[in-house]
């Protein structure tokens, strides 16, 4: 069974950034498509970063420029570099994994993160 643990959310002014990490129970990183995703207040769960088998980046537009998706085989993490946080960015990040080389913002996801808090005041 995959286990997902993020960590490093937290509180941080307009501008700010913050590193958001997500561990793996198992060797998956190297052999899944693995994604970052985040539920803002009132809205649905949107896609932020994916990094596929190949290590293909794909990024929601909104993020572009500022948010950077990158993983750690070795360590069998999964990162996400969040700079020029705006307060629209506020909400619960949530990692996920899928088996395979090639995902997308919808792919049915079987394996989730319980989910790290980023709030970000103006």
């Known amino acids: 069974q995959v286990q997902l643990v993020e960590s490093g959310g937290g509180s941080v002014q307009a501008g700010g950034s913050l590193r958001l990490s997500c561990a793996a129970s198992t060797y998956i990183i190297g052999s899944h498509c693995m994604g970052w995703f985040r539920q803002l207040p009132g809205k649905e769960r949107e896609g932020v970063a994916l990094?596929?088998?190949?290590?293909?980046?794909s990024y929601a537009d909104s993020v572009k420029g500022r948010f950077t998706i990158s993983k750690d085989n070795a360590k069998n993490t999964l990162f996400l570099q969040m700079n020029s946080l705006k307060p629209e960015d506020s909400g619960t990040y949530y990692c996920?994994?899928?088996?395979?080389?090639?995902?997308?913002?919808?792919?049915?996801?079987?394996?989730w993160g319980q989910g790290t808090q980023v709030s970000v005041s103006s």
């Open positions: 996920a994994a899928i088996n395979g080389w090639l995902c997308g913002w919808s792919s049915d996801y079987p394996y």
């Open positions: 990094i596929n088998g190949y290590g293909a980046l």
